[in-house]
């Protein structure tokens, strides 16, 4: 029963914030890594941030000083911070997970979250 569980997406202006969590359960979330990825209409799905299990990041470079990933081993919950958004990051944002220890393991997604990012 892994379930990944987003929320907080929503509409903003350019330049505002908004701030998704993704809450997993059914998984060993301190032993998986936790990524959001993010699709535009007529656009393949893109790698946004990804963190490991002892706070590694990485980031793509169209979000990097902008966005920020985090997350609560405590709560298993995964953030994203999103600052200066513009009309380009609207797109549906999916949380995914996998095991840190066997990346041949089942990754799970969420059910994703729209960003609007409009004037």
């Known amino acids: 029963q892994v379930q990944l569980v987003e929320s907080g997406g929503g509409s903003v202006q350019p330049g505002g914030s908004l701030r998704l969590s993704c809450e997993a359960s059914?998984?060993?979330?301190?032993?998986?890594?936790m990524s959001w990825y993010r699709q535009a209409p007529g656009k393949q799905r893109e790698l946004v941030a990804s963190?490991?299990?002892?706070?590694?990041?990485h980031y793509a470079d169209s979000v990097k000083g902008r966005f920020t990933i985090s997350r609560d081993n405590v709560e298993n919950t995964v953030y994203l911070q999103m600052n200066s958004l513009k009309p380009e990051d609207t797109a549906v944002y999916y949380c995914?997970?996998?095991?840190?220890?066997?990346?041949?393991?089942?990754?799970?997604w969420g059910q994703g979250t729209q960003v609007t990012v409009s004037s």
């Open positions: 059914g998984i060993t979330f301190s032993r998986s890594v």
């Open positions: 995914r997970t996998r095991s840190e220890i066997n990346p041949l393991a089942t990754e799970y």
């Open positions: 963190i490991f299990s002892g706070g590694l990041t």
